[in-house]
Every structure is written in C-alpha cells, then in structure tokens.
C-alpha cells in the first residue's frame, strides 16, 4: 500500500509535533528535585534519626503542629514523644530562636537555632533522599501526560482528515457505468 500526500503529511505533522511535545516536556515540566513541591507527609518519610532530630530542635509553633499531625495520623508513640517535648520546653527558662534551612527544593525547614551542625546535615539529606524517591512517580506520570498531548491531537486531526475525505468522495459522481 502506498502512501498518498496527506498521509505522509499527517506522518511528518505527528513527528514534529512529537518532537515539541518532548522539548516542552525536558525542558518545562521535567520533574526534578527543585520543582517537587512540599508535602507535610515528608517528614514523616525521613529517617527517624531525622525526625527525632527535628523534633528535638523544633521551635514551640513546629512541634505543636507537628503533635496535631501525629495525632491525626494516629501515630500515639510519635504523638507521646512530641507532647513530652513540649513539656519540657515549657519547664525550660531558655528562649528558642528560629533558624530557617533551605532544603534542596526551596522549601524552609525551622528549626531551633541551637541545632547542631550533623543534625543539619542529617535533615538536609534525608529531605533529599525523600525527594528523590518521590521523583520516579513524578516522571512516570509527566511521560504519560506528554504521550496524551501527543497522542490525542494526532488522532484528532487523523480523524478529521478521514472524515473530510468521506465527505468530499460523497459529493463526487460516481463514474459513468459503460
């Protein structure tokens, strides 16, 4: 079977637009680290060494919230630790100053300002690890959206095309019988 004209036209249209779709997708809308967004549920994925350490030198606001989260979540032991903290951050006469990290995607983890220098690093690369393992979904779904908005307007203008074929074969006499 040969190819007429419009085929190899619709074929040339589905590869260069293809090609569009690739490049907005690698380079727009490519999920990576610093465009994954943050989810109060992360913290929950760190490492406990990690979340102990942020519970351990979280401001009084942080660990309040993070008690409600715990309780919501029905994590009771998680929820009795926390409340324990705050407790004892209450008895304490000491004032607990805010520090802001940046985290690999933009976001701001406060912490205490008293914190020491591993449990920085410890936070920053947990946060990082939780990330990246949130990144294979991510992806997974963006080549999936990009095979749609490929695939779909492909179809479309193909069915088109057939369908303006069939109207234009039915306006056309019919060859003379001889």
Not at 14 to 40: K, L, M, N, Q, S
Not at 88 to 98: C, L, M, N, S
Not at 147 to 172: D, S, T
Request: hydrophobic share 50%; with cysteine.
């Amino acid at each position: 079977m040969a190819l007429g004209g419009w085929w190899r036209l619709w074929i040339a249209f589905t590869g260069i637009y293809g090609v569009i779709v690739v490049f907005v997708v690698v380079f727009e809308t490519w999920p990576t680290v610093a465009r994954t967004y943050h989810h109060p549920a992360y913290i929950y994925q760190m490492s406990p060494q990690a979340q102990s350490a942020l519970i351990r030198n979280a401001t009084m606001q942080d660990l309040e919230q993070m008690l409600v989260a715990a309780d919501r979540a029905g994590n009771v032991p998680q929820a009795k630790e926390i409340a324990a903290k705050i407790l004892e951050r209450r008895a304490e006469k000491i004032v607990w100053d805010p520090l802001e990290m940046e985290m690999a995607n933009g976001y701001t983890m406060t912490v205490s300002s008293d914190i020491s220098h591993t449990d920085k690093d410890l936070l920053a690369k947990e946060y990082a690890r939780v990330l990246n393992a949130q990144l294979p979904e991510a992806r997974l779904s963006a080549i999936g959206k990009a095979l749609m908005f490929w695939f779909i307007p492909c179809i479309v203008i193909a069915a088109f095309g057939l369908l303006c074929r069939w109207v234009y074969h039915g306006f056309r006499k019919p060859p003379a019988a001889t």
